[in-house]
C-alpha cells in the first residue's frame, strides 16, 4: 500500500474518504479508493499525479425492449462495499434496488504497470426482463481530475482515430510536467475532455493529527470540507492551524468534524484526518473533466452477466515534443510512450516476440494464385517460392495458390473469386459441408507441401474469409450480402474456433491471414459490436492454443485502432489494397519499390501517430506487389474467367529494392511483410545476384538482433511524414543507444537538422553519442554528438541512411585521439604512422568520380596525411582539425544524378 501521507485533500473530494479506505500500489503507481470503489487518487512514487472526483464511479444504462422506462446503474443508485482486496487488485460488490448486481474490479495489471485497469460486469436477476445495455462509461459520467502538484494550468485533448472517425483512441489531460490518460479497450468509444481553471482547495496534508490544544468550540460539526474548516481558522487570531477529521474516523458522523488548534505541535500519524498549519498554502488547482462511455446495444438476458470491455487510467509526464503535424492537438512523445506502454501490456503475442521479429511473405504479391498446385507443374513453381523465402530467412508463407485437386475457380462465393484458394485449397468444400478438419484427414498432397515448407524452416498460413456462406451455420446467416455470417454469435464462435484449431493442429500450419470482412453486410450498430467481439474471442483462442502463430489482417483491419489488434500479429499493410493500381503514386520516382516504399512509411506514419499504435504492430511491406492486370488489360485467373495465365511474374525492383527493405525496417522492424520476391520466373530466380541475397538475408537477420531498440521505434518528433522537398525518419533508441533511419524521397540531395535529445529518443543529459553510419557505407564515422547539440545530415536523392548512435556515459577516453568523420567517404582503416611521421589512410572508398570530405579530428600539429598512397597537399593550420577533400578517380555517377548542375527553380514540380 502507498502512504495516505502522499495526498493533499482537496475542497470536494475529500468528503467521501473514511478510514476504510482501499490502496493498491506497485513500482510505479499507488491508487486510493472509497469503500465504495470511487476513485481518490492516482499517484507515482514522487508524488506526482492525479486526485480524481468520481462520485458515480461508473454508469451502465439499460433500456427495455418493450419501450418501458430503464434502469441506470451506478455507484449512487447501487450501494457497494469491498468484496476482495490484495495489494494490486479490489473488487467491489454493488447491488442495485431493481435486482441487478454490479462488479467493478480495479487492478494493477504487472509490477510495472503505470495505469489503472478497471473491468464492469453486470448481472441481471433471474426474474428480470430482457434488456439492452445501451452504454457503459466505466468511470462514470464525469471523471474530474486534479494534479497533484501544483500546475497553474490545464489542458486536455481527445486523440481520435486516424481511419475512424466514429470512435476515438484516448484522452490526455495535462497540468504542467505530468498528466492523465483514458482509454476503453474498444474502437467504439468516444470520450470529451474539458479543461478548467477549478475551486480552491484546501492546503491540510492527509494522515497527519495532532491531539488536544483544542480552541474552544471545536470540533465544529457539520463541516463537509477541508476547505471550509481552513476557512474558519483563517477567520479567527488565535487558530494556529486545524485538523478536519474525515466521516467515520472514530465514529465521526457525516459530514465530518473540525477541530481549531492554539497549537499544532506535536504531532502524529493517522490515516483518516488532515492538518495544516498557518500560514496556509491554499491554492486552486486546475481540473479536466473527462467523460467516455460506448454503446455496446446487447442484449442482457434474465441470470446473464455482461463483462463489459476493460478502461484504463494512466499517469503521463510531459516533455519537449509533440508528435504529428497539428501541434494544438498532437499528443506529446511522452504521452504516447505511456499510452502505447499501457497498449503492449495487453498484447497476447509477447513470448512469440521475445527474441525474433516476423518474417512473412505475402505470397499473393507475386500473383500465387495463377499457381496450380493440383498440378506437378504448379508444384514445382510454388517450391521456388518456398526455397527462395528460405534463403532470405522467411519464417511463413501466406499461401492461396488454387489446387484443382480440391477445389474450382468456378464455384467461388465470394467477392473477388478466390475461394478456391482459401484454406489450403479445402475452402470451398468446407462452405458446402462437403469435409470438415475436425473429422475429416488432411488431403494427402496439402500434408507434402505443408512438410515441404517445413522442411525449408517455413510455416504456411492459411488464407481465410470468416464471413461467408458455410452451411453448417445456415441460421446463422444475416443479411443478403456475400458476408452473412455473424460472429457475433457464441456458437459461431465455438464453430469456427474448433475447426481452425483442429486445421492447425493436423495441417501443420503456422498461422492465417483474414481477409473480405468480419462484419456482416449491412451490419447494425449493435451487431457490428457483438461481431467485433465475437472475432476478438476467437483470436484470442487461437492465440492461447498455438502462442507462436502469425496472422496476417486485411481488407478493414487498419481502421480499428490499436485495441483491436491485441492478439496480434499486425495492422494491415499499407492500410489497403497492395496492389499498385489501388494506391496509385503518392510520391513520383521511377522505382516501384520506392513508390510502395513511400507509401509504406506515409502510412506506418499515420498509425503510429494518428492511431498510437505499438510498434510491434506496425505492419512492413517490402518490395512491391507485382500487378495484377497484364500489359494487355486482361486480368489472368480473376474469379470465375475462363483467362487463366501466368502474368507479371518476372517484376523484382533489383535496383530500388534496398529503400523498401529499410522503409520497413526503419518503420516496422518487428514485422517484415515481404511482397513481391524473385522467384516464380524460372530466370530470374536462377541470376538473382548472391551478394543481393545475402543483403537482405543479413538485414532480416538484424532485425532479431536488435529487437530492444526496434521495440522503441517511433518518427522523429520534428521530422513530418514522408512528403516532397523534405526528409523523414525513425528513432529506434533503447537505454541510451541505438539507430537512426533517415529517408529522402526526393530525386535530389536534401540536408536534415535533428536535435540530439527526446525529439531522437535520447533521455540521458550527460556523456556523448558516437556515431557511424551503417548504410549505404557501412562503418563511416559520422561523428561525435553531445546532448542538446544540432546537427546537420546530408541525404542523397532518392536515398535512404542508416546510422547507429552509442552512448558513452563519460568523454570517451583512447590513446589515439585521432578521429575521422565523414558524410561520403568510407574510411576503414587509419592511424598514426610513427615511421614516417604521418596520418595513414588506408583502403577508404567513395562513389567514383566524386569529391569527397572528411574531416580529421585531433590530427598532431603538422602533420601531414597520405590517403590511399597519396600524399595530401595541406597549408599551414593552427588547429588538430583538418577538413580533408580528395577527388576520386572515374567518372561520377550517383543515384538519383541530376541531370543538369543548374539548381532545381522553386515550385518546380516536373515536366
Not at 69 to 80: D, F, M, R
Not at 713 to 723: D, E, N
Not at 748 to 767: C, K, Q
Request: aromatic share 8%; net charge negative.
Amino acid at each position: 500500500t502507498i502512504s495516505c501521507t502522499m495526498f493533499v485533500l482537496i475542497a470536494g473530494l475529500a468528503q467521501a474518504a473514511t478510514s476504510s479506505r482501499t490502496t493498491l500500489s506497485n513500482e510505479r503507481i499507488g491508487v486510493a479508493l472509497n469503500p465504495n470503489g470511487t476513485l481518490i487518487s492516482v499517484l507515482s512514487p514522487d508524488g506526482n499525479g492525479v486526485y480524481v472526483h468520481n462520485d458515480s464511479s461508473f454508469v451502465v444504462a439499460l433500456g427495455p425492449s418493450d419501450g418501458s422506462p430503464g434502469l441506470i446503474l451506478s455507484a449512487a443508485t447501487c450501494p457497494g462495499q469491498l468484496a476482495q482486496a490484495s495489494p494490486t487488485e479490489a473488487v467491489f460488490l454493488h447491488k442495485c434496488p431493481s435486482g441487478h448486481s454490479v462488479q467493478a474490479a480495479i487492478q494493477l495489471n504487472s509490477p510495472s504497470s503505470g495505469y489503472l485497469a478497471k473491468t464492469i460486469s453486470v448481472t441481471s436477476p433471474a426474474s428480470a426482463t430482457s434488456m439492452k445495455i445501451l452504454s457503459v462509461a466505466p468511470f462514470g459520467q464525469s471523471l474530474s481530475l486534479q494534479p497533484a502538484n501544483s500546475a497553474a494550468t490545464a489542458d486536455a485533448a481527445v486523440q481520435g482515430n486516424a481511419y475512424y472517425s466514429s470512435g476515438d483512441i484516448a484522452v490526455f489531460a495535462r497540468f504542467g510536467a505530468s498528466g492523465a490518460f483514458v482509454s476503453i479497450t474498444n474502437p467504439f468509444f468516444t470520450a470529451t475532455a474539458v479543461a478548467s481553471h477549478g475551486e480552491v482547495n484546501a492546503s491540510c496534508t492527509l494522515g497527519r493529527n495532532h491531539v488536544g490544544d483544542d480552541l474552544p468550540g471545536s470540533p465544529i460539526k457539520g463541516i463537509e470540507t477541508a476547505a471550509q474548516c481552513e476557512s474558519l481558522c483563517a477567520a479567527n487570531p488565535l487558530c494556529k492551524g486545524y485538523v478536519w477529521v474525515l466521516p467515520g474516523c472514530e465514529g465521526t458522523p457525516p459530514p465530518g468534524h473540525c477541530y481549531l488548534k492554539a497549537s499544532m505541535s506535536p504531532q502524529k500519524a493517522e490515516q483518516c484526518t488532515c492538518l495544516a498549519s498557518k500560514p496556509f498554502q491554499a491554492e486552486s488547482r486546475p481540473v479536466v473533466d473527462i467523460s467516455a462511455s460506448y454503446e455496446p446495444l446487447s442484449t442482457l438476458n434474465a441470470s446473464q452477466t455482461h463483462v463489459a470491455d476493460v478502461a484504463v487510467l494512466g499517469l503521463t509526464t510531459i516533455g519537449m515534443y509533440r508528435m504529428g503535424p497539428a501541434p494544438n492537438d498532437a499528443v506529446y512523445v511522452s504521452e504516447r510512450q505511456a499510452f502505447v506502454d499501457c497498449v503492449s501490456e495487453f498484447l497476447l503475442d509477447g513470448t512469440s516476440r521475445q527474441d525474433r521479429t516476423v518474417k512473412v511473405n505475402v505470397a499473393w504479391d507475386e500473383n500465387d494464385y495463377q499457381i496450380d498446385v493440383g498440378t506437378e507443374s504448379g508444384v514445382t513453381e510454388y517450391k521456388r517460392i518456398i526455397d527462395r523465402n528460405a534463403e532470405f530467412g522467411v519464417t511463413h508463407v501466406v499461401y492461396e495458390p488454387q489446387n484443382s485437386l480440391h477445389a474450382s475457380r468456378f464455384n467461388s462465393t465470394d467477392g473477388w473469386g478466390w475461394e478456391a484458394g482459401l484454406w489450403f485449397g479445402m475452402g470451398e468444400v468446407l462452405r458446402e459441408g462437403k469435409w470438415d478438419p475436425v473429422s475429416d484427414p488432411i488431403p494427402g498432397d496439402i500434408l507434402d507441401m505443408t512438410q515441404y515448407a517445413s522442411s525449408k524452416g517455413i510455416k504456411l498460413l492459411a488464407y481465410v474469409y470468416p464471413c461467408l456462406h458455410f452451411s453448417a451455420l445456415s441460421q446463422y446467416f444475416s443479411g443478403n450480402g456475400i458476408d452473412a455470417l455473424d460472429l457475433g454469435v457464441k456458437e459461431v464462435q465455438d464453430w469456427m474456433i474448433t475447426r481452425m484449431l483442429a486445421f492447425m493442429s493436423k495441417s501443420g500450419s503456422g498461422g492465417w491471414a483474414w481477409d473480405h470482412d468480419i462484419f456482416t453486410s449491412g451490419a447494425t450498430p449493435a451487431q457490428r459490436y457483438a461481431q467485433w467481439r465475437g472475432w476478438m474471442r476467437i483470436l484470442a483462442a487461437l492465440r492461447e492454443k498455438f502462442p507462436d502463430l502469425v496472422m496476417d489482417h486485411r481488407q478493414t483491419a487498419h481502421i480499428w485502432g490499436p485495441w483491436y489488434q491485441l492478439a496480434g500479429s499486425y495492422l494491415e499493410p499499407i492500410a489497403g489494397d497492395e496492389n499498385p493500381e489501388t494506391y496509385g503514386v503518392p510520391i513520383a520516382s521511377l522505382h516501384t519499390d520506392h513508390v510502395a516504399a513511400d507509401n509504406t512509411r506515409i502510412v506506418n506514419y499515420k498509425y503510429s501517430v494518428g492511431q498510437l499504435q505499438p510498434s510491434s504492430r506496425i505492419p512492413g511491406f517490402i518490395f512491391h506487389q507485382t500487378e495484377r492486370t497484364a500489359d494487355n488489360g486482361t486480368n489472368p485467373c480473376f474469379g470465375s474467367s475462363k483467362l487463366c495465365y501466368d502474368s507479371n511474374t518476372r517484376d523484382f525492383d533489383l535496383l530500388g529494392y534496398k529503400y523498401s527493405l529499410f522503409s520497413t525496417i526503419g518503420t516496422a522492424g518487428q514485422n517484415n511483410v515481404l511482397t513481391m520476391i524473385p522467384a516464380r520466373d524460372i530466370p530470374e530466380f536462377q541470376m538473382f545476384p548472391d551478394k543481393d541475397l545475402t543483403f537482405i538475408r543479413d538485414w532480416l537477420a538484424w532485425t532479431d538482433a536488435h529487437l530492444p531498440q526496434l521495440r522503441m521505434t517511433r518518427p522523429i518528433a520534428t521530422l513530418g511524414p514522408p512528403a516532397l522537398g523534405s526528409v523523414d525518419g525513425t528513432c529506434a533508441i533503447f537505454n541510451n543507444s541505438g539507430f537512426l533511419f533517415l529517408f529522402n524521397p526526393n530525386m535530389y540531395a536534401l540536408n536534415v537538422t535533428l536535435n540530439v535529445d527526446e525529439s531522437i529518443g535520447i533521455s540521458a543529459t550527460s556523456g556523448e553519442w558516437t556515431v557511424a553510419e551503417l548504410y549505404p557505407q557501412n562503418g563511416t564515422a559520422v561523428g561525435l554528438w553531445h546532448f542538446n547539440q544540432t546537427v546537420t545530415l546530408l541525404i542523397g536523392g532518392s536515398s535512404s541512411r542508416v546510422l547507429k548512435i552509442s552512448h558513452q556515459p563519460s568523454t570517451v577516453q583512447s590513446s589515439s585521439n585521432l578521429r575521422i568523420t565523414s558524410d561520403d567517404v568510407a574510411i576503414p582503416h587509419y592511424y598514426v604512422n610513427e615511421t614516417v611521421r604521418a596520418v595513414q589512410i588506408t583502403h577508404a572508398t567513395a562513389v567514383s568520380g566524386s569529391r569527397a570530405t572528411a574531416v580529421l579530428h585531433g590530427i598532431p600539429l603538422g602533420m601531414p596525411v597520405i590517403l590511399n598512397g597519396v600524399r595530401c597537399n595541406e597549408s599551414e593550420r593552427p588547429s588538430t582539425t583538418l577538413r580533408l577533400t580528395a577527388q576520386f578517380e572515374g567518372v561520377s555517377v550517383r543515384h538519383a544524378m541530376p541531370i543538369s548542375d543548374t539548381p532545381v527553380p522553386p515550385g518546380f514540380d516536373g515536366g
